[in-house]
């Protein structure tokens, strides 16, 4: 069974510059979501896919966006990078109908450890 | 709106001692709650999980965890710690199994140090 890997695992980028990080969920899995963790704080919820479309959001502004593919892989795209978007951002999947996991936990991936400078 | 109270940042114990981490939580129907290990540069690993039934859950390595519904509790237990148990533990809690529409929202976490 192969887990939920994700690319890459560091980045550094400048301030207003945009950055994509990419997903690949784990066998079996249909629905993703991300989380961003502060360092030094537990992971916040970004939003959620499930059928290539976004169905669940927390408090996070539009310039992050993502996509899911017919394979179930997912990017995270954000725009406009403030010095406070550095974090490890991790993503996550899971299965189940309508999107909501009735019955499967979320297994996650290692992170990508962006750093905004 | 849901939210999860770790209490200790830091906890030291030495390696053979038990160990309790403590994780409140507040949400509005039956949560489903989960307890996540992260060691240094990696990602979580799901040690256990709740969702109904029998209160007293097992998980891997050796945890165990308790739903307390009167007190809104979900404690971590384990009998003898490991050094290789030495890591940052976060207590999560969701509307659904893998989060639903809001997510999962975590604790802040606890560092557990171990002692030789």
């Known amino acids: 069974e192969t887990g939920v890997t994700q690319s890459p695992t560091h980045l550094i980028k400048t301030r207003g510059q945009q950055v994509t990080l990419r997903c690949s969920s784990q066998s079996g899995h249909n629905t993703v979501s991300w989380y961003q963790q502060a360092l030094g704080q537990g992971p916040q919820f970004i939003f959620q896919y499930y059928r290539e479309e976004e169905n669940g959001r927390g408090n996070f502004p539009p310039r992050f966006s993502g996509l899911q593919f017919p394979n179930y892989s997912s990017e995270l795209n954000v725009n406009a990078l403030e010095l406070d978007d550095s974090a490890l951002y991790l993503c996550?999947?899971?299965?189940?109908?309508?999107?909501?996991?009735?019955?499967?936990?979320?297994?996650f991936g290692n992170g990508t450890r962006l750093t905004v400078t | 709106a849901q939210s999860v109270t770790q209490p200790d940042i830091h906890i030291t114990v030495s390696e053979g001692a038990s160990l309790e981490l403590r994780c409140n939580y507040s949400?509005?129907?039956?949560?489903?709650l989960f307890w996540y290990v992260q060691s240094p540069g990696q990602g979580l690993q799901l040690l256990l999980k709740?969702?109904?039934?029998?209160?007293l859950v097992q998980g891997i390595k050796g945890f165990e965890a308790e739903f307390k519904r009167s007190q809104s509790s979900f404690n971590l237990r384990k009998p003898s710690v490991h050094w290789s148990d030495a890591a940052e533990y976060f207590c999560a809690v969701g509307a659904r199994p893998g989060g639903g529409a809001d997510g999962l929202t975590f604790g802040k976490g606890t560092h557990l140090i171990i002692q030789p």
């Open positions: 949400y509005g129907a039956t949560p489903y």
């Open positions: 996550a999947s899971s299965s189940g109908t309508g999107g909501f996991s009735y019955n499967s936990p979320l297994h």
């Open positions: 709740y969702f109904s039934g029998d209160t």
